[in-house]
């Protein structure tokens, strides 16, 4: 009997082995990481100096000791929901307006606004609480003898943001932060209406300055529309701060002495990645036509096999290269159209490697084209590396990002604007938070300083592909991913979690139908600021008749591509606002509930949540199987400059990522991977319904079958 | 929800009520004295309704009453009148301002059976005497604009402006004058009512200088228009030149409700209209104006609330908040008037307001 293992065992092992998570804990002097926002691609704000890191402890000391002292003040001087006052015979009045320039007649709807009096012994009493209506307009009636009592020192009116919901003893609840206080002198209260007037907020503003929706964000730390919980900000840092570290050591050897570091070196310092794992007990499997087909179809890339019009059992899968956006000359993005013929077993198997675009730094035809098959022998080795690393770019810009990140900040950034009475934001927010917070982390340390140095894309090409991405990402009509085989774990698995949230969704719509259609205006609000601001539909501000027969043939090859990629009915009819078609349909066009829009609001919602959660989870979680070794898999293959281009082996380190940008990759997609925090079932800040995590529990064997654990199964888009 | 009588609420309500009663009268008395020091005696001036012209004639009440009998409006009795226009408080007919008519059952300069104060519009800037005392703080004029905080603070006060000023007013006689806050009517038959009211042209003749579409931001601007070719005193001069061709003839009319223990106190709110299906206009009387009063007999009359019988007069106020603080306040500035008729004595009658380019200005400095 043989001792050896088949491969699958090996995957299986090399899996579990390479499971990312592990606490960090370096005692009192080790290195600490402020927070999330100070991480950087270079040197991130790490505090390593004994001095410092004593002078930081006393600070924190501080912090707590004035936050004990802060809690007993705040349980000395409580505010009760109690009402003061007996005759309602005044009013505050006012109205409530966004303030960006461009919105200042836009009314904020169902915001809380209390007003309350402090008394000269520092009691609160609260004199009154309304929302503002869907105009914006708020009315606070109050007792006026209350209020201008002689024991009273100051009054204030505040406004609160309705930030989240939580279970409490299996009870909803709300959470509102107060966002906004508006001094009143005592002394101007006189009776009738005290009009404070157009209360002009910075809240949820959609930015100016970006092709796709984007919501503002001026400071991370003090001024953002949400921050991450305390739970979450913890469980990252110490998870960060070894890999952190191992980043900011190699960024100094590379300084100070090159000569002592190696890429080897450099990957042998993270921890061990699912390929790496694999190669050493079975050498050669992961360059294999067996593990690329498995990869391709089961692994972070999820590819997408768009059958082969002329040859049935036979699938394409693409990826695009550098298209005609913005892009250096010193990496190489090919077009990778990769030809599958699926196997006895379910598995895909690579037949041919179609390359479009330059593989070398002295020809830059974009158009030149070169075809590769297993006969091609060390060159298919060599192109199955550039189609990978193609996959991985363009699943990390194109999928991770844009397609789970940019999207779900849409309906996020619409949903936290309108969504504040409606049952929705019960089912919808728990899904759609800090999603905001990072990509804006994103913006800075992958779009303008990681990518654009370490792949082919400028920061503009990827801003210009982003939005072409966008413009074929909408709910409407959208499914999950066919199953071609049994050994089609992925799409399975996706499709199994599908039915589980549609079912979810349509007992959350009978359980909240009255309040769903009672504050239906909030979800056409929602719609329209979801519409007004989504990009065009992809093309279709583009005249082909204007381009080049080649650069047409490819913009119409990639938009039949991305409609079965992402799931995009180009023909259903989409709404025209300034001139753009936009790619995102409507939940609703009416003010009042209309019957005909219920359903496609149900199927609306299961698509918001199916991207925060699975679809992001799968790419996320196995970003460093797929990208956790620097020669298999990287962001981009340099020319070179010998003539062959990236047409070499691994072994040749000159179209290898150079040092600094190896150890940045392995540092961003172990980071990336590492989400230990806002997990479905785990659910700890309990904000998700009991009934979504029932359900996920009813089809967990189900799951672990397709090698999905329901546990690792984000609840929101954090990373 | 009825609350449980008690010892501790009673004396409590009773000493919020003496306190506020004390702070409502040391108010009135601080408000009348400053005027009289500060403004009506060094300025030879009237609060604000400096810009006028009287005239005098007869009253008729009507012959056959439907307002509840009362001794003082016995049917078709006939009072000797006086009635004096005013634009507040600038001193140009031709600026947006609030126009008024005072009447007197008199053919005195001050003492009279009963006087009556009314403005144009059916609501007020102010509402309590809290809200008068923060109107006048923040009045804030400079050229013909004013009250523009005021109006930001206070959207009742700036409706009530809205509703109150007549620009284009082409005649003092044609504008519709109300009393706004009630006052006391205890009738023949003893029933204690409240009363207000109001005064039109007796034929009819259509309101002028309503803005039916004012603006929200621009109604602190009360400066003449550009282009304007009135002129300071054209209001005044259509009176004078009216009542010597036809006289003026106008018709006084009354509104009464029944008080009731459980009134609400916006009953007494005068930025709150009574339902005229409910409390209908009824005519009080007839008032004729068959001659004009030259400018010096017009500055030196006066009126007041206290001008009034007993069972005409003013509504008791509880507090500085009270709707009917507004007419105690008015009744405890007495001072204020003596205080002008000393400063006529002393510094002479101030001049007549001169047909110059001098607009927009609210004082006789200017």
């Known amino acids: 009997m043989s001792t050896e293992k088949n491969p699958q065992e090996i995957c299986k092992e090399c899996h579990e082995k390479t499971r990312i998570g592990y606490q960090y804990n370096d005692g009192f002097f080790g290195p600490k990481l402020r927070s999330i926002n100070h991480l950087e691609v270079g040197r991130s704000k790490i505090i390593s100096s004994p001095i410092t890191i004593t002078l930081e402890f006393l600070y924190l000391v501080y912090e707590k000791v004035r936050d004990f002292f802060v809690r007993i003040w705040h349980s000395l001087f409580p505010r009760r929901p109690k009402i003061w006052g007996e005759h309602k015979n005044t009013r505050i009045v006012g109205t409530l307006r966004y303030a960006h320039r461009n919105e200042l007649d836009v009314p904020i709807h169902h915001l809380k606004i209390e007003f309350w009096a402090r008394t000269w012994w520092l009691q609160w009493r609260k004199l009154s609480e309304a929302y503002s209506d869907y105009e914006g307009n708020f009315v606070l009636p109050f007792d006026l003898r209350t209020a201008r009592s002689w024991k009273i020192k100051k009054v204030q009116a505040e406004v609160y943001q309705f930030t989240h919901t939580y279970y409490d003893g299996g009870l909803l609840k709300l959470h509102e932060e107060r966002f906004k206080v508006l001094p009143i002198r005592k002394k101007d209260l006189i009776g009738m209406s005290y009009n404070l007037r157009t209360v002009r907020l910075f809240l949820w503003e959609y930015r100016t300055d970006t092709m796709v929706p984007r919501v503002v964000i001026k400071d991370h730390d003090k001024d953002a529309p949400q921050k991450y919980s305390q739970g979450r900000k913890d469980a990252l840092i110490a998870q960060i701060l070894p890999i952190e570290l191992t980043k900011i050591k190699h960024l100094e050897q590379i300084k100070l002495a090159p000569e002592t570091i190696s890429l080897q070196d450099i990957q042998n310092d993270y921890p061990e990645s699912l390929t790496v794992c694999i190669e050493k007990k079975l050498p050669g499997y992961t360059r294999s036509d067996e593990w690329f087909g498995l990869r391709m179809m089961n692994g972070m890339n999820r590819g997408y096999f768009e059958p082969d019009p002329t040859e049935p059992g036979m699938y394409w899968i693409k990826y695009f290269g550098v298209c005609n956006y913005p892009h250096n000359n010193e990496y190489a993005l090919p077009t990778a159209e990769i030809k599958f013929r699926i196997k006895e077993n379910g598995l895909p198997t690579p037949v041919e490697i179609h390359l479009t675009g330059p593989l070398n730094a002295i020809d830059k035809n974009p158009w030149q084209k070169h075809l590769f098959t297993p006969e091609s022998g060390d060159k298919w080795l060599y192109a199955k590396r550039i189609a990978r690393v193609n996959g991985g770019f363009s699943t990390e810009v194109d999928e991770h990002f844009c397609g789970t990140h940019l999207n779900t900040e849409q309906y996020a950034i619409a949903a936290y604007r309108n969504l504040r009475l409606n049952p929705l934001s019960e089912l919808l927010l728990p899904h759609l938070k800090e999603v905001v917070l990072i990509n804006h982390s994103a913006d800075k340390m992958l779009l303008q300083e990681y990518i654009p140095s370490a792949t082919a894309l400028t920061y503009e090409g990827l801003q210009l592909r982003n939005k072409d991405v966008m413009g074929v990402l909408d709910w409407n009509g959208w499914k999950p991913m ?9 799409a399975r698995a996706e499709n199994l979690f599908w039915n589980v949230v549609t079912e979810y969704v349509d007992w959350f719509f009978a359980e909240k139908e009255d309040g769903i259609k009672k504050y239906w205006k909030e979800i056409y609000r929602m719609s329209e600021d979801l519409v007004n601001n989504a990009v065009p539909v992809f093309l279709s501000d583009v005249n082909l008749d204007s381009l ?65 959660t699975f679809m992001h989870t799968w790419i996320n979680e196995h970003q460093y199987d797929d990208m956790g070794e620097v020669l298999y898999n990287c962001g981009g293959l340099r020319f070179s400059e010998k003539p062959e281009g990236v047409l070499q082996p691994e072994s040749e380190l000159s179209i290898a990522p150079d040092l600094t940008r190896s150890t940045q990759m392995l540092f961003f997609t172990n980071f990336l991977s590492r989400t230990e925090y806002g997990f479905i079932t785990r659910n700890e800040e309990h904000d998700i319904n009991p009934e979504f995590k029932k359900r996920l529990e009813v089809h967990r064997k189900a799951f672990s079958d397709l090698g999905v654990n329901i546990d690792n199964i984000e609840s929101r888009t954090n990373i | 929800m009825t609350k449980k009588l008690s010892l501790y609420r009673i004396i409590r309500n009773r000493i919020r009520l003496w306190i506020d009663l004390f702070v409502l009268w040391i108010t009135a008395k601080a408000f009348g004295w400053m005027l009289a020091i500060f403004l009506s005696f060094p300025y030879r001036s009237r609060m604000s309704h400096n810009n006028g012209i009287a005239g005098q ?103 009530g402006a809205q509703q109150a000023v007549r620009r284009h007013a082409t005649s003092f006689h044609n504008v519709h004058y109300y009393s706004k806050t009630p006052f006391l009517f205890v009738g023949k038959d003893g029933i204690k009512r409240y009363a207000k009211y109001r005064v039109k042209p007796f034929d009819d003749e259509p309101e002028s200088g309503i803005d039916n579409n004012p603006s929200d931001w621009d109604m602190s601007n009360q400066r003449v228009l550009p282009h304007e070719t009135r002129g300071r005193n054209f209001l005044k001069y259509e009176y004078e ?50 001659e004009v009063l030259d400018w010096k007999e017009s500055t030196r009359m006066g009126f007041s609330v206290n ?19 507004l007419n105690y306040l008015r009744a405890h500035s007495e001072i204020a008037r003596k205080a002008r008729m000393w400063s006529y004595w002393f510094w002479g009658v101030p001049p007549e307001i001169p047909d110059n380019d001098n607009r927009n200005v609210s004082d006789w400095g200017k």
């Open chain 2, 307 to 325: 001008n009034m019988p007993k069972t005409l007069g003013v509504l008791p106020a509880k507090s500085i908040f009270d709707y009917n603080s």
């Open chain 2, 241 to 290: 030149d009216r009542v010597k061709r036809e006289g003026a003839k106008y018709r006084l009319q009354i509104q009464t409700r029944i008080a009731q223990d459980d009134d609400d106190p916006e009953v007494f709110n005068n930025m709150i209209l009574w339902d005229e299906q409910i409390f209908p206009w009824q005519d009080l009387g007839v008032i004729e104006i068959t």
């Open chain 1, 548 to 612: 080049s027969p080649e650069e047409k043939h490819l913009a119409q090859n990639r938009l039949t591509y991305y409609c079965g990629q992402y799931g995009f009915e180009k023909n259903k009819n989409r709404q025209v606002r300034n001139g753009e078609l936009k790619a995102v349909s409507p939940l609703t066009l009416s003010e009042e509930y209309n019957e005909t829009d219920w359903n496609g609001l149900k199927q609306a919602c299961s698509y918001m949540i199916m991207m925060a």
């Open chain 2, 57 to 159: 004639g007869q009253m008729k009440i009507v012959g056959n009453p439907e307002f509840p009998e009362h001794p003082f409006y016995a049917a078709g009795k006939v009072f000797p009148v006086r009635v004096r226009h005013a634009s507040a408080t600038f001193l140009d007919d031709a600026m947006n301002c609030i126009r008024s008519i005072s009447i007197k059952l008199s053919h005195n300069r001050f003492k009279s059976p009963f006087d009556i104060e009314m403005n144009s519009g059916q609501t007020s800037l102010f509402w309590s005497a809290a809200s008068f005392l923060k109107f006048g703080s923040m009045r804030k004029e400079k050229w013909g604009v004013e009250y523009v905080e005021y109006n930001r603070l206070y959207p009742e006060g700036l409706k």
């Open chain 1, 482 to 490: 066919r199953v071609l085989s049994e050994a089609h774990t992925l």
